[in-house]
């Protein structure tokens, strides 16, 4: 069956340090891949997603290459802020259902 | 437009207790769906609804009841209970044709 698998948390960066959170998937079919933002308290947000291979997801930063051949969707930033310390999710769209990785808390201090 | 609503935000039960969470879309969303979020777990499927009508199992779904009588609305019933139901619950909405989803901000269920 489909599932998503991230990189466990959680993470700690100093301000403007460089981001990678790791994430692969296994799907049956084409799937759309997303990453989610939740803040303290608050809902998740569709922070950038890509439809199909090769597509790169941006926003706010935030980029994540859609890579068939090693079915993985990495999150990245070049320089985080104080602002980016959320927990982030890893998702999977695939014939109209969604899998989510388990989230990965990061935390950047100034 | 406020997107997703739930109420209530918090709730304290004691066992054996059953509750409603209220979810409301305001986005004439025909998908609609509960997760629950569990440390360590990420979000797991509850139960969702493809339209007025129509309800359908999740991953997750003992413990649990779920109905669609409109488009806005999806409550989520809990009937008796128990402590392995504490956890905070999302609802989320989209676009039948749409694979972009809209959560709500959360209810942050504790039962004692």
């Known amino acids: 069956g489909d599932s998503v698998t991230q990189m466990e948390g959680p993470v700690t960066l100093s301000e403007e340090a460089f981001l990678t959170i790791n994430c692969t998937y296994t799907?049956?079919?084409?799937?759309?891949l997303f990453w989610y933002v939740q803040y303290p308290g608050e809902g998740l947000q569709l922070l950038l997603k890509?439809?199909?291979?090769?597509d790169k997801g941006s926003n706010k930063g935030f980029e994540a290459t859609y890579r068939k051949e090693t079915t993985s969707f990495h999150l990245e930033k070049g320089s985080v802020q104080v602002s980016d310390s959320a927990v982030y999710f890893c998702a999977l769209s695939d014939n109209g259902q969604f899998y989510f990785g388990t989230g990965t808390s990061l935390t950047v201090i100034p | 437009n406020a997107g997703v609503t739930q109420t209530p935000k918090f709730q304290v039960l004691k066992t054996g207790q059953s509750m409603t969470l209220q979810c409301a879309q305001d986005?004439?969303?025909?998908?609609m769906s509960w997760y629950r979020q569990d440390p360590g777990m990420g979000l797991r499927l509850i139960h969702y609804?493809?339209?007025?009508?129509?309800?359908d199992q999740g991953e997750v779904p003992n413990g649990y009841n779920v109905s669609r009588s409109t488009t806005e609305d999806f409550p989520l019933r809990l009937l008796s209970a128990a402590p392995s139901q504490t956890s905070v619950y999302f609802c989320?909405?989209?676009?039948?044709?749409?694979?972009?989803?809209?959560f709500g901000p959360g209810t942050r269920l504790t039962v004692l």
């Open positions: 890509a439809t199909k291979a090769d």
């Open positions: 799907a049956t079919g084409y799937p759309s």
């Open positions: 989320a909405s989209r676009g039948l044709w749409n694979n972009e989803q809209f």
């Open positions: 609804s493809v339209g007025a009508g129509i309800t």
């Open positions: 986005m004439n969303h025909e998908y």
